[in-house]
Each structure stands twice: as C-alpha cells, then as structure tokens.
C-alpha cells in the first residue's frame, strides 16, 4: 500500500509542533492496510509518543515557526494586554482555548496577558492573586511558546525565556 498524501510532507527526522503538547519530532510513518489510515508517529521530549492518521496530523501539526510569524510573536508581547477583568472563570476558559489552538501568536497572547496580570496582583493587595488554574495554564502556555522561540533563535530555553519577558517589558515568574 502506498502512503496517502501528506500536505504537510512529514517524514521521520522533521520537528513539528502540536498545540499544547508542543515540540516534537516525526519519529515514523506506517502505511495503513485495510480500513486502516497511514499514520505518522511523533516523539515529545517529554517522552510523550502520539500516533496520528495522516489526515489527523495535518490539521494537529504545524511546522515551528519561521522568522515572519516570530515578528509577529514580538508585536503580539509588546501589544496592549487584551485580558479582561470578567470572572476567573471566564479567562480561564479563553485562555484554555487559546493554548489548545496551537497557534504561537495565540500563546504568545497568553503569556503578555500573563506577565501583565501578574505584576497587577504582585503590585495589589497581599490576598489578591490568580487562581493555581489560571496560573497553571499561563506558565504552560510560557513554557511552550519559551521552546518554540527558542528552537527559532538557536538559543537556550533560559535566553528565550529573557526575550520574551523583554518583549513584554516585565519580569518572570516569581
């Protein structure tokens, strides 16, 4: 059976990235027999293996970024924060959404939002802070955008990490 085609043209050794999973690289292809679709196999450095169909895999990975799309990233942390102050519940849920999209200028919205609202609370009252959920999405959302960029620049996580808190103009997370 030959391999169905592939728009995205994945084969064993390409890194691509799948939204809130984030970096990984193509580690097989296995042709499908049967009923059975051809799959690409995709190995996280977390360890982490997930087997797509093909067709699966082309709306859930995306090749990393390029220099175009890490300029748009740039404007997007030095924008204005579009966090509301509506429910907890509410930007949890936005940025939940955002994170699962997979799209670097989405995360990179998460993290200014972020680092924004953290140096508003760090600044308020000592009993106001975000919720261990919201915060937990915004550092994963840091932790996946900090890779990507840094796999771009041909930096160090900690470097990537430097950029994007100056990007945004704040610090990092206490």
């Known amino acids: 059976m030959t391999l169905q085609p592939d728009p ?13 999973h984030g970096i990984g690289c193509v580690e097989d292809r296995v042709a499908g027999g049967d009923d059975m679709p051809d799959t690409i196999v995709v ?3 977390s360890g982490l293996r997930v087997t797509l169909p093909v067709g ?5 990975l995306r090749r990393p970024l390029g220099e175009h799309e890490l300029e748009d990233v740039r404007r997007t942390l030095c924008g204005k924060t579009t966090a ?6 509410v930007r ?6 955002k ?3 997979g799209s670097v200028t989405d995360l990179a919205e998460v993290v200014r939002d972020g680092v924004h609202r953290e140096q508003r609370l760090a600044a308020g009252p000592a009993n106001s802070r975000t ?13 996946l955008l900090v890779a ?26 206490e």
Request: no cysteine; net charge negative; hydrophobic share 40%.
């Open 56 to 60: 699966r895999a082309h709306d859930a």
């Open 99 to 101: 994170v699962a999209t």
């Open 43 to 45: 190995l996280f450095t």
């Open 148 to 173: 990507e960029i840094a796999l771009a620049r041909g930096i160090d996580a900690d470097e990537a990490d430097e950029w994007v808190v100056e990007q945004v103009g704040g610090r990092g997370p």
């Open 8 to 20: 995205l043209n994945l084969s064993p050794g390409d890194v691509v990235v799948y939204a809130s």
């Open 92 to 97: 949890f849920r936005a940025m939940r959404e």
């Open 131 to 143: 919720g261990p959920s919201e915060r937990q999405i915004y550092l994963q959302a840091r932790k």
């Open 84 to 89: 509301n102050e509506d429910k907890w519940t």
